[in-house]
């Protein structure tokens, strides 16, 4: 069976699925998958040098926001 966000497993009731992946260097962008749904990736063109960030109600799931820090220039 697939499971959301391609986890290797389901959740337990009542939990969040999420897939975090780091990025290497120009070459692969990160990427964050919330409720197999993709927040920040490459190709939907929101992401950035630095930290990558999804604010997400956690309560509710709903995602409030997502931004990207970028550490190297200040």
Do not use: W
């Amino acid at each position: 069976p697939q499971h959301k966000c391609g986890n290797q497993k389901s959740c337990p009731k009542n939990h969040f699925a999420f897939k975090i992946i780091s990025g290497a260097a120009n070459v692969v962008g990160p990427s964050i998958c919330f409720e197999d749904l993709v927040l920040m990736s490459s190709v939907k063109n929101n992401i950035g040098r630095g930290l990558n960030i999804a604010l997400v109600n956690g309560t509710t799931g709903q995602v409030l926001k997502t931004d990207v820090f970028d550490m190297y220039s200040g």
